[in-house]
């Protein structure tokens, strides 16, 4: 699989430039969320026809959590109590699904649309561009484009880059379009490698996106972008910008992302229907001042 060439820093500003002007959510409050429109929701609803729900979101791995009551785990044999638990997790790590919010992504020292990230961030959180703009869910139709099975291969190997052709190609391969409003979810098959050989140091190596492929979602006016991997190839392909389709998507085109989903379910299961839209939820937890939330989308076809 022939990679795409490495980006230098000027061309990469002149793409965020570029894409912030050009996508539908560069300089809207509310990023690209604004594209679901009351019309694309009840579209995405008639996608639903056999009823099946699929979970998109792997088993939470990297959390903190232990049982609090009963004491010592241990019930009393009479009389009522309840088993309570804790649970603490960093949101945007390497291994649980989870949602990237606007304000995550601080380039040149601002937030999406331009905002100054000192007026917004604190240590009680962001006052703005959290994940809040979500409270109310975000519902629309999911388009699950599968690069891996262009290739002839179960996964793209870390540090494998997903190009704009490869996103056309697997449309064309599975009769499907990316279309204004939609839920784009491109599948490079991290979780089936993590699965079956076991986990890596996936800050060092990940398959991703390539940079240049977010004009692709800019054209099509995509909602959301989310990804069984964290969006990102690594090693990088700019200089000096470690996550570029973090800070082209947040930051430029304000695109909620989601990160480290599993697909493996959903997959297979539109290869049998033949069909690769579907209606699909997704409902942050209510974290007024939160960079992002752990989540568990739903894909119901």
Do not use: K
Request: hydrophobic content about 45%.
């Amino acid at each position: 699989m022939r990679q795409p060439d490495a980006m230098s820093g000027a061309q990469f500003r002149a793409l965020h430039s570029r894409l912030r002007t050009s996508a539908p959510g560069g300089a809207a409050p509310r990023g690209a969320l604004d594209t679901i429109t009351h019309d694309r929701v009840l579209a995405a609803a008639r996608e639903v026809r056999s009823g099946r729900t699929v979970s998109l979101a792997a088993p939470v791995g990297a959390a903190e959590h232990r049982l609090t009551a009963p004491a010592d785990g241990i019930p009393r044999p009479d009389g009522l109590e309840f088993a309570r638990d804790h649970f603490a997790m960093d949101i945007h790590g390497d291994v649980d699904s989870h949602l990237d919010a606007l304000c995550h992504v601080i380039y040149d020292g601002t937030l999406h649309g331009g905002v100054p990230a000192a007026d917004v961030l604190s240590p009680d959180g962001a006052s703005a561009l959290s994940v809040d703009l979500a409270r109310d869910g975000i519902v629309g139709r999911g388009v699950l484009l599968d690069i891996p099975p262009l290739h002839g291969v179960p996964w793209l190997e870390p540090g494998t880059s997903v190009t704009a052709g490869d996103l056309t190609a697997a449309e064309t391969r599975q009769g499907v379009r990316v279309d204004r409003g939609d839920i784009l979810l491109v599948r490079v098959g991290h979780r089936r490698r993590r699965e079956e050989l076991g986990p890596w140091d996936t800050a060092g190596a990940r398959a991703g996106l390539h940079p240049a492929a977010m004009e692709f979602l800019a054209e099509r006016q995509v909602a959301v972008l989310g990804s069984d991997g964290n969006n990102d190839t690594a090693p990088s392909s700019v200089p000096d910008v470690a996550f570029p389709v973090h800070v082209l998507a947040v930051h430029a085109m304000g695109l909620h992302l989601l990160d480290y989903l599993r697909l493996e379910d959903l997959a297979p299961l539109c290869a049998r229907e033949g069909r690769w839209s579907f209606l699909c939820v997704i409902a942050p937890l209510r974290l007024p001042a939160a960079t992002g939330s752990p989540v568990n989308p739903l894909a119901i076809l």
